[in-house]
């Protein structure tokens, strides 16, 4: 029989439904290459593109759902293309997180992911002698191991890493590829970011217990009665990640991928969204989550850089504030010039081909001319017009302590230490103190204090005592007569009360600890707190002292409480 008569005798509606499937098919790969193309920045644009592209792929799942039987006996559908449209399900739900900051989403993409590892979508393509079936495979695992670490699933992702490993192996044997130094560089990346965290917190049975850093219900200290604070609410975030040698994977640096967690609520859990337990269905809605939208930048340029800031500042809403978190190599002027403006203290790297010694971006050009791949706090004032909070944690964090508010509007300046404790430089690479403390303080603290490990126990009555403490600054903030009023503007909006109030305690901690005698070795902040309402108080240094007594490392820090009454 020929084929064209073997053709004629597929029923009407059987060929019909291979046709459809195409149609969808075509369509799917068609509206999922068009994403790339949609601009990177403002929230309206590509919306519509990515509804209409979930549309797609929602038929395209249901409809090789209902007809499965006719697709394998006629169509010749195998498992790895079902895989196939059930990644791009996953990576479209992923990039929607990225897009929106809903951390619900991640939810979404992880159980599509889950699914084609659980019902063995791609366990064929080794067995085809085609190598960018393994590839996709391989791509796949990555991705999957991305969504994990975002969701703090580290027991799987140590898993899939033994997984994507012998398939690496399996690939390199099989296939004389090109791409083997790239894909172990992958392995070896993803590995040291696991290990990034400096402290494991262990269970009765020395089993690793994960913590959640995102921000949970009663995980920030209430507005009390006659607290007088601003009503501006986070609404923009630009993380920013371009620091020379940091752990870093798939574009995420451990500070970003720290920073980024500090600025989301923790995730709906997706069991109590699901309708049908155990179905895998594309859900258009997760529920609403009020994360400020955040744009990952990794390693930009300095127009990158400043479309993605003009981009934020023009569609931040009313009553809103824009946070600018810059992670980055330090940028320092050489020679000096008798006007000291915004442009002629340095500044944080952006990216660009350049020699980089020690770490730090050296000139090569006339003393008068300022530094072209870098971003100077001058670069920042046109953005002051609207309420703006900074965090840079940075080498040369110091150069935007010379700042001016420009137009009266709020502005704060949270910035890291300059330089650390020779014993802790060691660290950098999976880390910066700085940003640690705004993510984990309590991990921060033990990191401080030599401690690589701690009991559960232990763990959960430092975390209460820390509660306490949080509300007393708090109140130290609100309280104080002499605290520029942009702090308190900035107070009323959880996530940003909860970044000042950490700061607060990180400022106090490294001012107690005999390791850090030097004033660059202490954050600082522009405006000034005051001093002595906040970071040098009495009833703060009592509470780090207390906490470390609880932690048995009470020697590695300056009592400044004791009276005579004590001896």
């Given at each position: 029989?020929?084929?064209?008569?073997?053709?004629?005798?597929?029923?009407?509606?059987?060929?019909?439904?291979?046709?459809?499937?195409?149609?969808?098919?075509?369509?799917?790969?068609?509206?999922?290459?068009?994403?790339?193309?949609?601009?990177?920045?403002?929230?309206?644009?590509?919306?519509?593109?990515?509804?209409?592209?979930?549309?797609?792929?929602?038929?395209?799942?249901?409809?090789?759902?209902?007809?499965?039987?006719?697709?394998?006996?006629?169509?010749?559908?195998?498992?790895?293309?079902?895989?196939?449209?059930?990644?791009?399900?996953?990576?479209?739900?992923?990039?929607?997180?990225?897009?929106?900051?809903?951390?619900?989403?991640?939810?979404?993409?992880?159980?599509?992911?889950?699914?084609?590892?659980?019902?063995?979508?791609?366990?064929?393509?080794?067995?085809?002698?085609?190598?960018?079936?393994?590839?996709?495979?391989?791509?796949?695992?990555?991705?999957?191991?991305?969504?994990?670490?975002?969701?703090?699933?580290?027991?799987?992702?140590?898993?899939?890493?033994?997984?994507?490993?012998?398939?690496?192996?399996?690939?390199?044997?099989?296939?004389?590829?090109?791409?083997?130094?790239?894909?172990?560089?992958?392995?070896?990346?993803?590995?040291?970011?696991?290990?990034?965290?400096?402290?494991?917190?262990?269970?009765?049975?020395?089993?690793?217990?994960?913590?959640?850093?995102?921000?949970?219900?009663?995980?920030?200290?209430?507005?009390?009665?006659?607290?007088?604070?601003?009503?501006?609410?986070?609404?923009?975030?630009?993380?920013?990640?371009?620091?020379?040698?940091?752990?870093?994977?798939?574009?995420?640096?451990?500070?970003?991928?720290?920073?980024?967690?500090?600025?989301?609520?923790?995730?709906?859990?997706?069991?109590?969204?699901?309708?049908?337990?155990?179905?895998?269905?594309?859900?258009?809605?997760?529920?609403?989550?009020?994360?400020?939208?955040?744009?990952?930048?990794?390693?930009?340029?300095?127009?990158?850089?400043?479309?993605?800031?003009?981009?934020?500042?023009?569609?931040?809403?009313?009553?809103?504030?824009?946070?600018?978190?810059?992670?980055?190599?330090?940028?320092?002027?050489?020679?000096?010039?008798?006007?000291?403006?915004?442009?002629?203290?340095?500044?944080?790297?952006?990216?660009?081909?350049?020699?980089?010694?020690?770490?730090?971006?050296?000139?090569?050009?006339?003393?008068?001319?300022?530094?072209?791949?870098?971003?100077?706090?001058?670069?920042?004032?046109?953005?002051?017009?609207?309420?703006?909070?900074?965090?840079?944690?940075?080498?040369?964090?110091?150069?935007?302590?010379?700042?001016?508010?420009?137009?009266?509007?709020?502005?704060?300046?949270?910035?890291?230490?300059?330089?650390?404790?020779k014993s802790m430089q060691d660290q950098s690479q999976r880390g910066s103190l700085?940003?640690?403390?705004?993510?984990?303080?309590?991990?921060?603290?033990?990191?401080?204090?030599?401690?690589?490990?701690?009991?559960?126990?232990?763990?959960?009555?430092?975390?209460?005592?820390?509660?306490?403490?949080?509300?007393?600054?708090?109140?130290?903030?609100?309280?104080?007569?002499?605290?520029?009023?942009?702090?308190?503007?900035?107070?009323?909006?959880?996530?940003?009360?909860?970044?000042?109030?950490?700061?607060?305690?990180?400022?106090?901690?490294?001012?107690?600890?005999?390791?850090?005698?030097?004033?660059?070795?202490?954050?600082?902040?522009?405006?000034?707190?005051?001093?002595?309402?906040?970071?040098?108080?009495?009833?703060?240094?009592?509470?780090?002292?207390?906490?470390?007594?609880?932690?048995?490392?009470?020697?590695?820090?300056?009592?400044?409480?004791?009276?005579?009454?004590?001896?």
């Amino acid at each position: 029989m020929t084929g064209a008569g073997a053709e004629d005798d597929i029923p009407l509606s059987e060929r019909k439904t291979v046709t459809d499937f195409c149609y969808l098919l075509d369509k799917s790969k068609q509206l999922f290459n068009g994403l790339r193309d949609l601009p990177q920045y403002g929230h309206k644009q590509w919306q519509s593109y990515f509804g209409r592209t979930f549309d797609v792929y929602t038929k395209l799942w249901k409809f090789q759902q209902q007809h499965r039987q006719v697709l394998d006996n006629r169509y010749g559908l195998k498992r790895w293309q079902i895989g196939e449209v059930a990644s791009k399900i996953g990576q479209l739900y992923y990039h929607y997180y990225l897009r929106t900051s809903e951390t619900s989403y991640l939810n979404e993409a992880f159980s599509f992911y889950s699914a084609i590892r659980q019902r063995s979508y791609y366990y064929q393509v080794n067995k085809e002698d085609r190598p960018e079936l393994v590839v996709k495979k391989l791509r796949y695992y990555a991705r999957y191991i991305v969504v994990c670490l975002l969701l703090n699933k580290m027991d799987l992702v140590k898993v899939l890493v033994k997984e994507l490993s012998d398939e690496i192996e399996d690939y390199t044997q099989r296939f004389n590829t090109e791409d083997q130094l790239e894909w172990n560089l992958v392995l070896q990346e993803v590995a040291a970011f696991v290990e990034a965290d400096p402290v494991m917190v262990l269970n009765d049975d020395n089993a690793v217990v994960i913590t959640s850093n995102r921000l949970q219900e009663g995980g920030v200290p209430q507005l009390e009665q006659g607290m007088v604070v601003g009503q501006l609410t986070l609404s923009d975030a630009l993380v920013i990640g371009n620091c020379n040698n940091q752990v870093k994977f798939s574009e995420l640096t451990v500070d970003m991928f720290r920073m980024l967690q500090a600025l989301e609520r923790e995730p709906v859990n997706l069991a109590t969204q699901m309708t049908k337990p155990g179905t895998l269905e594309p859900s258009e809605k997760p529920a609403k989550r009020e994360n400020p939208h955040k744009y990952l930048l990794y390693k930009p340029t300095f127009s990158q850089l400043y479309s993605f800031l003009s981009a934020s500042f023009k569609e931040l809403p009313a009553n809103s504030v824009l946070l600018v978190y810059l992670s980055a190599t330090g940028v320092f002027p050489t020679g000096r010039t008798d006007y000291e403006g915004p442009y002629d203290f340095g500044g944080v790297l952006t990216n660009t081909n350049r020699d980089v010694i020690n770490g730090e971006t050296v000139q090569k050009r006339n003393q008068a001319q300022k530094e072209m791949h870098c971003l100077h706090p001058g670069d920042l004032f046109p953005f002051t017009r609207k309420p703006l909070f900074i965090i840079v944690d940075s080498s040369n964090s110091s150069a935007y302590k010379n700042f001016s508010n420009l137009f009266g509007q709020p502005l704060v300046c949270l910035l890291s230490p300059t330089v650390y404790p020779k014993s802790m430089q060691d660290q950098s690479q999976r880390g910066s103190l700085f940003t640690l403390f705004l993510y984990s303080p309590l991990m921060a603290f033990l990191s401080v204090c030599g401690l690589s490990s701690m009991r559960q126990g232990l763990w959960e009555k430092a975390q209460e005592l820390l509660q306490r403490v949080y509300r007393d600054i708090g109140q130290m903030i609100t309280r104080s007569h002499t605290i520029d009023q942009a702090f308190l503007q900035f107070y009323g909006d959880e996530f940003l009360r909860l970044l000042l109030i950490r700061f607060v305690f990180c400022s106090a901690t490294l001012r107690l600890h005999k390791l850090f005698r030097e004033s660059r070795s202490f954050p600082e902040s522009y405006p000034q707190l005051p001093k002595q309402d906040t970071v040098e108080s009495s009833p703060l240094q009592k509470h780090v002292l207390e906490l470390a007594t609880m932690l048995d490392v009470q020697n590695l820090f300056y009592d400044n409480t004791l009276s005579l009454d004590d001896y």
